[in-house]
T-cell receptor, first 113, second 112 residues
Framework: RKEVEQDPGPFNVPEGATVAFNCTYS??????FFWYRQDCRKEPKLLMS???SGNEDGRFTAQLNRASQYISLLIRDSKLSDSATYLC??????????????FGRGTQLTVWP | EAGVAQSPRYKIIEKRQSVAFWCNPI?????LYWYQQILGQGPKLLIQ????????DSQLPKDRFSAERLKGVDSTLKIQPAKLEDSAMYLC??????????FGNGTRLTVT
């Protein structure tokens, strides 16, 4: 079983729509969580960290449910520029190591006019 | 602040040839990572350095891949000999300890 599972999509939504992505992780030792955004043929860029209490950054809201081991990302009022692949990332520490980041395969979003 | 620098941007080689990638992390970032991203998949960690020491290389195919970070700054990743399945984007990233990653532009490798 993969450490991080994401629905690869694609999600195709009109401008202004609200869209939500979910991600599940398998290791309860997971300690920190992130969403990265990756444009076609570009490098991933940090979108936001995910905090236990949930957090919001403009049109983006991230939630963490430790009991069910899933993370979500909600995008409100979608813009054309939101079209990208969204990567769910989990940091798992084992023993005294610094931890390793595990990336999901990404969920592809296309916003159409 | 200057970002993570990688070179080359693109490389095309034939199978069984050798190739090397270079990375210069953000100044002051102690942790440096090399990731392999195959098309349609998420990045997979190959090796993680903390200063000039290896922290995690458990997913590095050591029979053909090697990496070094001799002075705790720049790093090189080498593949020798390359296989068709090594075609991928190779991403270098750096971070302050326990902080989010900053990625370079990546090197897109095609093995024919």
């Amino acid at each position: 079983r993969k450490e991080v599972e994401q629905d690869p999509g694609p999600f195709n939504v009109p401008e202004g729509a609200t869209v939500a992505f979910n991600c599940t992780y398998s290791n309860s030792a997971s300690q920190s969580f992130f969403w990265y955004r990756q444009d076609c043929r570009k490098e991933p860029k940090l979108l936001m960290s995910v905090y236990s209490s949930g957090n919001e950054d403009g049109r983006f809201t991230a939630q963490l449910n430790r009991a069910s081991q899933y993370i979500s990302l909600l995008i409100r009022d979608s813009k054309l520029s939101d079209s990208a692949t969204y990567l769910c990332v989990v940091n798992i520490k084992r023993g005294s190591t610094l931890g390793r980041l595990y990336f999901g395969r990404g969920t592809q979003l296309t916003v159409w006019p | 602040e200057a970002g993570v620098a990688q070179s080359p941007r693109y490389k095309i080689i034939e199978k069984r040839q050798s190739v090397a990638f270079w990375c210069n992390p953000i100044s002051g970032h102690a942790t440096l990572y090399w990731y392999q991203q195959i098309l349609g998949q998420g990045p997979k960690l190959l090796i993680q350095f903390q200063n000039n020491g290896v922290v995690d290389d458990s997913q590095l195919p050591k029979d053909r891949f090697s990496a070094e970070r001799l002075k705790g700054v720049d790093s090189t990743l080498k593949i020798q000999p390359a296989k068709l399945e090594d075609s991928a984007m190779y991403l270098c990233a750096s971070s302050l300890t326990q902080r989010p990653l900053h990625f370079g532009n990546g090197t897109r490798l095609t093995v024919t």
